[in-house]
């Protein structure tokens, strides 16, 4: 029997989840009403009423769901996780002020594989609870990232990063591709952590190092992902060393295709969009950040309009503030609708693609997660709509975009494994949250705007 077949009454099932609504995220854009979703395995085996379920199945685990939409576990498409513990530290302040003059001398003053190790766990718990079950992540010390993941349960991409310059992690480029291999390595038997190559910009990496990255991405079948066009300062400082716009310089390289991520794209022409059209590349979508730090709205509409396949992501909690992707949906779908002065662009539906089947396609993992259908991983979250500020509920899917916050967010589970419930965590202790505030704060206050 494969676990696509049909289960029969006396089949041990693990888990029968009864929800008042479903949203699949499927191309009809559909929403059932009193479904059930079969779990064995760590696997959907099967979607339907739950008047048959209940004759079909004798669940281990019955969930009922009466008040709640059940949804495909959200996906962050680009953040620092190991940032969450400079949330707030350096606010209202230009990219660049923000990194030169507290990010970076913060991070080399602190950072470690004990801090990345805590400060990642800190942002897996905030994410779980607000029903993101995978992220694409990018900074040092990845396999203390990995360690959090592995704690708290989650799904994780976890990019490889790459820079010229050193840090604490790694002394050059070639050392930052050493360590991130080896921590590659590290992970392969994993079935919930996958890798990328994660150079950090066309302006922190140069030439040559990025057709390094280009040759081992194809040998070993990995990903790349970046910051790219993020600022106008960004763009002008490649113009003034290279000649040319960074897209255009990272396209004669090589680097752009149907694996590459690119995070922000604010600033895009209608040539350049052309071109992430013509090769397949995805866009990692973080208005929230963009927007707190004044970066500018990237041309969202035109993207997807050109058939761009466009994620959602928070970016690091040192810049926006939260890992919060109902906030990101919302804000992505307003502010569409804003530049176009058209209230039909980026609909709710599409906003929920945008963080869930479209983030997947972006990792590769659309096979896997993203959305709710047989024979995928049970990635899944329950959100409550019955509280009287989500009261009435026409529409679910409205209500998910532009009604609900992460707090109406009840269950969270991944692989079929509940990993968060009404505030309790499967693997994840409030006390050593808290624990882990009281001692890396005092070490960063000093660089407090």
Not at 20 to 41: G, K, M, N, Q, T
Not at 304 to 331: H, I, P, Q
């Amino acid at each position: 029997m494969t676990d696509q077949e049909p289960l029969s009454i006396t089949t041990s099932i693990d888990l029968v989840i009864e929800a008042r609504w479903l949203v699949p995220v499927d191309s009809s854009h559909s929403l059932r009403e009193f479904y059930s979703v079969v779990i064995h395995h760590q696997v959907i085996v099967d979607i339907l009423p739950t008047i048959d379920a209940r004759v079909k199945y004798m669940p281990s685990e019955l969930v009922v769901l009466g008040e709640h939409v059940l949804i495909p576990g959200l996906i962050n498409a680009h953040t620092h996780i190991a940032m969450s513990l400079m949330r707030g530290m350096a606010d209202d302040l230009p990219l660049m002020t923000w990194l030169n003059d507290h990010i970076w001398p913060a991070e080399r003053a602190v950072i470690s594989e004990q801090f990345v190790r805590d400060s990642s766990l800190l942002g897996c718990a905030e994410m779980l609870s607000g029903g993101i079950t995978c992220f694409n992540d990018m900074y040092f010390f990845p396999q203390a990232t990995a360690m959090a993941v592995n704690q708290a349960g989650m799904r994780a991409n976890l990019g490889l990063a790459v820079l010229e310059f050193a840090t604490s992690y790694a002394s050059d480029a070639d050392d930052y591709l050493r360590k991130g291999f080896e921590a590659h390595d590290s992970w392969r038997g994993n079935a919930l952590i996958s890798s990328s190559i994660a150079p950090h910009a066309p302006y922190t990496v140069s030439n040559q190092t990025f057709e390094k990255i280009i040759t081992y991405a194809e040998q070993l079948g990995l990903g790349i992902h970046t910051h790219l066009h993020e600022t106008r300062d960004e763009i002008s400082q490649s113009e003034s060393q290279y000649g040319m716009r960074p897209i255009q310089r990272l396209t004669e390289l090589g680097l752009l295709g149907p694996t590459f991520v690119a995070a922000h794209g604010v600033h895009l022409l209608a040539h350049e969009i052309d071109v992430l059209t013509e090769y397949g590349c995805h866009i990692a979508h973080c208005p929230s950040s963009n927007l707190k730090l004044a970066s500018g709205i990237a041309p969202i509409a035109l993207l997807l309009k050109n058939g761009v396949n466009v994620g959602l992501g928070t970016d690091g909690a040192a810049s926006n503030n939260r890992l919060d992707m109902f906030a990101e949906m919302r804000l992505a779908a307003l502010l569409a609708k804003g530049v176009s002065e058209d209230p039909s662009t980026l609909p709710a539906h599409q906003a929920l693609e945008m963080a869930t089947i479209n983030a997947a396609k972006a990792l590769g993992l659309e096979d896997i997660i993203g959305s709710i259908e047989v024979g995928k991983q049970a990635d899944l979250a329950a959100v409550k709509l019955s509280d009287f500020n989500t009261s009435p509920c026409y529409d679910p899917i409205s209500h998910l975009v532009y009604s609900c916050g992460r707090e109406h967010v009840t269950h969270t589970w991944v692989a079929g494994e509940l990993r968060y419930s009404n505030g309790v965590y499967a693997n994840i202790e409030p006390i050593e949250l808290k624990e882990i505030v009281q001692t890396w704060q005092p070490k960063l206050r000093q660089y407090k705007h």
